[in-house]
């Protein structure tokens, strides 16, 4: 026998021991859950993985606001689930529906009225997506999960190229991210400008870190996360008083930060335009120079350039 057919014959065989080997290993380890490694995990100043437009929303804004808002470079508007408010969305911008929750309180929207809201707005081009829960607390109300699913999973069926959008705080997220839930966006919120009035001079931009590392943690992808910046303060609010608007200065800071954890994020949210008695005062609308920081022309020339 010609010593090349030899030769042959013994690398066919180790060959297939050698697959044979292989199919083995994949099996044994498809049994225990093994999965591939991938590279490393995400770290803040990953970017996110497929930059591109920016959609930007400050929450909590009226239909009287809308000129200034397009002014500054916003692109979307909240409304309620009602035609004559989604019909007074103007050119140029579109809404992101309010029919959440907070934490485990009830939902805007029970589910058949969800269902009706779906089915008659699922279509309309003036609609960019579904809120569907500020700050929901998988601890306190083990089924909200559940519910945010079941209703992410109908905006998907039925509104084909809107997005669901939920908010989330530094409660647990294990439960509701992306993969669990089914919705395209997660907002996070840190705010950084907190506690006496004897820390002011410095915001705690770390904050950013830690919550866009719990997001890490629990499976959320970067490019899923829409940053909330910190526009408000509670000088004025009849409610908690814990927070202040950001300086100027500290505002870059907190700008800075989420630019280098998320570049060009799908979403950014400004929370919050318009004062909320108890949580928000003073707010955006006020920050506009004098008594107030600047904060408006930041965003405006951050808003109109990117």
């Known amino acids: 026998m010609d010593v090349r057919d030899v030769r042959f014959k013994i690398s066919a065989t180790a060959a297939i021991v050698v697959l044979a080997a292989g199919c083995l290993l994949y099996l044994q380890h498809r049994a225990s859950g093994y999965q591939p490694y991938r590279g490393p995990l995400a770290s803040p100043g990953t970017p996110a993985a497929e930059p591109g437009k920016t959609h930007r929303i400050a929450l909590n804004t009226q239909p009287s606001d809308y000129p200034r808002l397009r002014e500054l470079g916003y692109d979307l508007v909240d409304v309620k689930a009602d035609p004559s408010l989604v019909t007074g969305v103007p050119a140029g911008m579109r809404a992101l529906l309010w ?32 809120y569907l829960s500020d700050e929901p607390n998988p601890r306190e109300c083990p089924e909200i999960a559940g519910e945010i699913r079941r209703r992410a999973a109908y905006v998907k069926e039925h509104a084909p190229g809107q997005v669901s959008f939920i908010s989330l705080t530094d409660w647990p997220m294990k439960p509701l991210t992306p993969d ?50 910190q526009a408000f303060g509670q000088s004025c609010s009849k409610g908690d008083r814990q927070y202040w608007m950001p300086t100027e200065d500290q505002f870059r800071k907190i700008l800075a930060r989420w630019d280098r954890l998320t570049p060009r994020p799908p979403l950014e949210i400004s929370y919050s335009w318009g004062r909320q008695d108890e949580w928000a005062c003073p707010s955006l609308s006020d920050a506009a120079g004098g008594a107030h920081p600047d904060l408006q022309s930041l965003l405006k020339a951050r808003n109109t350039a990117r």
């Open 99 to 130: 029919v959440g929750n907070f934490t485990c309180d009830g939902f805007e929207l029970d589910w058949k009225d969800f269902q009706q809201a779906v089915q008659r707005f699922g279509r309309d081009p003036k609609v960019y997506g579904w």
């Open 180 to 229: 669990r839930v089914g919705v395209d966006l997660v907002g996070l919120d840190p705010y950084p400008c907190k506690g006496s009035s004897r820390t002011r001079e410095h915001c705690d931009i770390g904050a950013i870190d830690r919550m866009v590392r719990m997001a890490d943690a629990a499976g959320i992808p970067r490019a899923k996360i829409a940053p909330v910046l």
